[in-house]
């Protein structure tokens, strides 16, 4: 056992992780990043750390492009990090005060909140994206900078670490900025594992 | 109206391909395909594809990560292409015969058989890749090998288009043999398209 595990507190519980699910949720949007994060946590659990797919019941959803998608359980009270990913579905979330209300208490008790695609729209109407610099999908950053002016919007970025908020460019940018979270969560060598076992070398035929 | 759409026969329903569900599917080996496949057939109707989650018996699975999957139908008797993904839970597969039945009918009758990671052991066992170019996922070769003597292992490819029959590698492989799926089926400037709207450019962190 190395020196670094030594000094683990010994009751300390797994990290805990939430991929948020809701009405109209693209599906590669959530599936992604659960791909990438629960293969690193499920292969890794010396890491100590655990992800849940999750909806603000607890009940299946449908995804934007007619997928089912059903998660383990209601959003829980606390975690260490969200994933807010896009979708058509983000419209009524902007409108969903108690769930606004539940993202600028997570970002204020410690939570490290993370968006892909339009999910950052959420962000921004919560208000966690003030003065920030963030990225969404391509076709929505006029959206993103009415939702919130101060946002300092990155065009070109596949994702965007600002500290205590994390956001992604569209759909399938939410797979890099979960690898990113794996490297920054728990180093380089985990990620570049977790990469090798989701065979990510990719090769868009276009 | 173009000259090619006025020469469609206007009563052919639309084509349809099936992504095949099972316990113990890899998640992102059938999400993957399905955001690309669905982004393309339901944002483009014009190109008169359709695509749907299957399952042997219509019932949900629990992936190989533990997420939720619902298919949208039972295995129809007839789809014009299948999408067979890998997974921990393709061992049983393997030595299930009435699937594997099916698996030779699709082929025999002129259905696309594609897949995804260890899908191929699938289409090995079923015989549908004796003497054939292959790939699956990287650590895999071997049982590849041993289900499918005469198969002729693509270590190095990304994916493997031998015309009736398509094999990927692992995992994220999936997406990229999708957007060619929809290049061979639709034309590339309609790839483009839907590697735009999934926002497929790639950025891997390490």
């Known amino acids: 056992m190395s020196d670094h595990l030594e000094t683990l507190p010994r009751d300390q519980p797994a990290k805990q992780i939430g991929i948020l699910l809701f009405e109209g949720v693209e599906e590669l949007d959530a599936m992604g990043p659960w791909e990438v994060l629960s293969h690193w946590t499920q292969e ?21 492009k007619g997928a089912i998608l059903t998660p383990h359980e209601a959003l829980p009270r ?13 419209r009524p979330l902007m409108r969903d005060e108690p769930l606004l209300a539940r993202l600028r208490e997570f970002h204020a008790t410690g939570t490290l909140v993370t968006s892909v695609c339009t999910g950052a ?15 969404t999908y391509h076709a929505c950053f006029d959206e993103l900078i009415a939702a919130e002016p101060t946002v300092l919007p990155r065009r070109d970025a596949r994702w965007v670490d600002d500290g205590d908020i994390v956001t992604s460019a569209g759909v399938s940018a939410g797979i890099d900025m979960s690898l990113h979270l794996v490297r920054r969560l728990a180093g380089e060598s985990r990620a570049v594992q977790v990469k090798r076992g989701i065979e990510y070398d990719p090769e868009p035929p276009i």
Chains 1, 2 share one sequence.
């Open 44 to 64: 890794y659990p010396e890491d100590e750390w655990q992800v849940a797919l999750v909806s603000l019941d607890g009940r299946p959803v449908a995804g934007a």
């Open 78 to 90: 606390v975690l260490d990090a969200i994933v807010v990913p896009g979708g058509a579905g983000t």
């Open 121 to 135: 729209l959420v962000l921004a109407v919560a208000g966690l994206l003030q003065g920030r610099p963030a990225t």
